[in-house]
């Protein structure tokens, strides 16, 4: 078993991930695609449509077990989604697996009108999302995807954490019959602590606590537990953290809650700052008449730098160091609001 994605971690907080019994997973495309060869064994409707993401998307095993599952467009991603909705039509079950940034840009009007206009059940899977690509560059990020997708009608969005909400996600994902934009990373990850099983539509409560709730998806939640953890080891604080694997729908009660809870609220994506989980759960506490200390953090609106993952997470503060550092920062504001 590979250790969780080298250098994405420093020592310290290996350290702090041994100390709260973090355990080393495997990257979630790996739990992703175990479980979806296994969902395809079992039933021979469900289908793999890729655009030359075979390797990439950890398919090769699906490929030699199930030739005649699984379909090879080549380097056309309008075409994949176009062919995986013609598919879903017929009554079929259909993985649509392609780069998160190729396949939520290219093909941005397939997914629209072919997939959600016309209620198609294609899961659509983003693989390598986020800054996953690292040194490739901007060209390679995906981080426009949470935002482009969440203003497409009918489609729902997932982002699991850890390979348990993967395996979840992916049999709920096809279970659902509906459009689904499933998000993947591709370095190894920490299983998160048991809580409440994986449901549509609802974030998993990790950590309890009063002085600052975290809300995370994807990879950004095993940082945003690690800062948990760090601050209430240095600062005594106690800190609520949520994973929210459903992007959209969202679980707007939980949000609410932890605002109610908590004196300040930090959401953590990788993700633009806009249009993403952040700008969703302030929006779901505007609404709610909610006023709290609350901090966005993903990435900004400027020039994105380029290095490895976790490079990029170190410069943007999306590590257990810089997020609680954003938390210390955050109680030390005026409170926004009565309390």
Request: net charge neutral; proline share 6%.
């Amino acid at each position: 078993m590979s250790a969780p994605a080298a250098g994405m971690f420093s020592a310290a907080a290996a350290a702090t991930a041994a100390r709260i019994g973090l355990t080393p997973g495997r990257p979630n495309l790996e739990a992703f695609a175990g479980t979806l060869l296994g969902l395809a064994r079992a039933d021979r409707n469900v289908l793999a449509v890729t655009s030359d993401s075979r390797g990439s998307g950890r398919l090769g095993p699906f490929g030699q077990a199930l030739p005649e599952q699984i379909v090879e467009v080549g380097i056309a991603e309008q075409n994949l989604v176009g062919i995986a909705a013609g598919l879903a039509a017929a009554g079929k079950t259909v993985f649509a697996v392609s780069p998160a940034c190729f396949l939520t840009a290219r093909a941005l009007e397939q997914i629209k009108n072919d997939v959600a206009y016309s209620d198609r059940p294609v899961i659509l899977v983003g693989i390598s999302a986020g800054v996953s690509y690292g040194a490739l560059g901007s060209t390679h990020h995906s981080l426009h995807d949470f935002a482009a997708l969440r203003a497409i009608p009918n489609l729902a969005i997932l982002a699991p954490a850890d390979n348990g909400e993967t395996a979840a996600a992916v049999v709920a994902a096809a279970a659902a019959r509906r459009p689904v934009y499933l998000r993947f990373g591709k370095a190894p990850v920490y299983h998160l602590p048991a809580a409440a099983p994986f449901a549509w539509g609802r974030a998993r409560l990790l950590r309890a606590g009063t002085d600052v709730a975290f809300l995370a998806t994807g990879e950004t939640v095993a940082p945003a537990l690690l800062a948990a953890a760090e601050l209430e080891a240095r600062d005594g604080l106690q800190c609520r953290v949520l994973s929210v694997p459903s992007v959209k729908p969202l679980d707007a009660a939980a949000v609410a809650e932890a605002a109610r809870t908590c004196r300040a609220v930090v959401t953590v994506e990788e993700h633009l700052v806009c249009g993403g989980l952040g700008e969703a759960c302030a929006a779901v506490l505007a609404q709610a008449g909610l006023v709290r200390r609350l901090q966005i953090v993903g990435l900004p609106d400027e020039e994105t730098v380029t290095g490895s993952q976790a490079d990029i997470f170190r410069h943007y503060g999306l590590t257990m160091e810089g997020l609680a550092q954003t938390a210390r920062e955050l109680l030390r504001r005026p409170a926004a609001g009565p309390p």
